[in-house]
């Protein structure tokens, strides 16, 4: 009950209602003691007519008449009843067989039926204002919500007061703008998607065709030599390897992008996830001559998720790796300070454009002095996801025929 008095409407039409009730009480006791008044002249100038027409006759009678009327009529009151009841005068004569008092009587309902009339009335009324009000707001919270429906989000209510029609204007605006912008993340979510599909499809397209040619090209010339046939299924091994990677980096990326990855962040040494990176691109660093050197302090530790870390580190020195030229170096070192740990990857390869950079963590984003086969362009956008899931955060440098440098850094506190 006393949330419902704290409605700044129910304030308003509660002292309203007192006001008008007060108005109308006042009016109600005037008409009352003024019919008072009324009776009171009324009786007085009956006992003087009565008094009149006795001492007219018996003039001897008047103090006598005067005291009865004056200090009392006890004295002569049952012979006096006992003379009216001849003529059926008496305490049980109906109010409207008394000429004086049926009159007064009749304008006093009259009066007081007229009074609350007005009363009812005004309370109709004032209730019908605040009704009225209540609905105008409702029609309006109806139209805002429809116009949501229809897509338009530019309704909004003044929630600058205090009551329940004003939070509830404020939870509307809240919930306006809550559903724009959900619809506006389903569209981008929608996007993403049918981009995410066009490029899959995009990547899918080329191995397969080929595999389909090279197929019909075997199943048409049964009389294909060895050697032939045998380039073919080399070929076509290449081809099934390419899409194999392409799978398995996509479903990476698919989880990703469905919030599905749980990261387990835990206090161990950076230098041992370093090494866990390197397994998976020794032999093609090797095959290319490329160096690769650690630095930094083996007791170095940060909280984060050793395998997926590793993977993210795994992709930049594949990166590093394809653009070094034969015999290049590749540069890893880390340095631990009281709020931070510092990655950089760091090699003497051919370099990044200026105008590719801004690019490279896009998702199928490919340079163009990239010459694998197998890239797809989504290793480094998995490393950047990986990293930054993790609170941490990367950015690059380049120079065209001087080299790039990957800078990864982890907050031991997140500020």
């Avoid at 109906?94 to 009074?115: E, P, R, T, V």
């Avoid at 899918?204 to 294909?224: V, Y």
């Avoid at 890893?332 to 454009?353: C, F, R, V």
Wanted: hydrophobic share 40%.
């Amino acid at each position: 009950m006393g949330a419902l008095f704290k409605n700044t409407n129910i304030k308003s039409f509660s002292i309203h209602f007192l006001l008008v009730s007060f108005v109308l009480a006042g009016l109600l006791i005037s008409v009352v003691h003024m019919h008072i008044q009324s009776i009171n002249k009324a009786f007085i100038k009956q006992n003087i007519g009565v008094i009149g027409t006795i001492v007219k006759e018996y003039p001897e009678l008047e103090g006598q008449l005067v005291r009865n009327y004056i200090k009392g009529y006890e004295d002569n009151y049952i012979y006096g009843k006992e003379i009216l009841e001849k003529y059926s005068y008496n305490e049980n004569l109906k109010l409207n067989k008394n000429n004086i008092l049926g009159s007064l009587y009749q304008d006093y309902f009259s009066y007081c039926a007229g009074i609350l009339c007005i009363l009812v009335l005004l309370l109709y009324i004032l209730s019908l204002l605040y009704f009225n009000t209540l609905f105008i707001r409702i029609r309006q919270f109806q139209h805002a919500a429809q116009k949501i429906v229809e897509g338009d989000f530019s309704q909004s209510f003044d929630d600058s007061k205090e009551g329940d029609l004003y939070i509830l204007g404020h939870q509307f605006n809240q919930m306006s703008m809550r559903l724009k912008e959900n619809l506006e993340e389903l569209r981008k979510e929608r996007n993403r998607l049918k981009d995410i599909i066009s490029d899959i499809t995009h990547q899918l397209k080329t191995p397969l065709a080929s595999l389909i040619m090279f197929n019909e090209l075997m199943m048409q010339d049964l009389d294909m030599n060895k050697e032939e046939r045998a380039q073919f299924l080399s070929i076509s091994k290449n081809q099934l390897d390419r899409i194999e990677w392409l799978i398995k980096s996509l479903l990476k990326m698919a989880r990703f992008e469905a919030g599905v990855v749980v990261f387990s962040k835990q206090e161990t040494s950076i230098y041992n996830t370093i090494t866990a990176s390197l397994e998976g691109i020794h032999m093609a660093a090797e095959l290319k001559g490329i160096s690769i050197k650690i630095c930094g302090k083996k007791e170095a530790k940060i909280a984060h998720d050793t395998d997926w870390t590793a993977e993210a580190l795994s992709n930049i020195l594949k990166n590093s790796v394809e653009h070094c030229s034969q015999n290049g170096e590749i540069n890893i070192s880390y340095e631990e300070t009281p709020l931070s740990l510092q990655i950089t990857i760091l090699d003497n390869g051919a370099g990044i454009k200026r105008t590719e950079l801004p690019r490279i963590f896009d998702r199928f984003y490919k340079g163009q002095s990239s010459t694998n086969p197998m890239s797809i362009g989504i290793g480094l956008y998995i490393a950047k996801t990986i990293i930054e899931a993790q609170d941490g955060s990367i950015a690059v440098e380049s120079k065209e025929g001087i080299g790039t440098k990957f800078i990864i850094t982890f907050l031991k506190t997140v500020i």
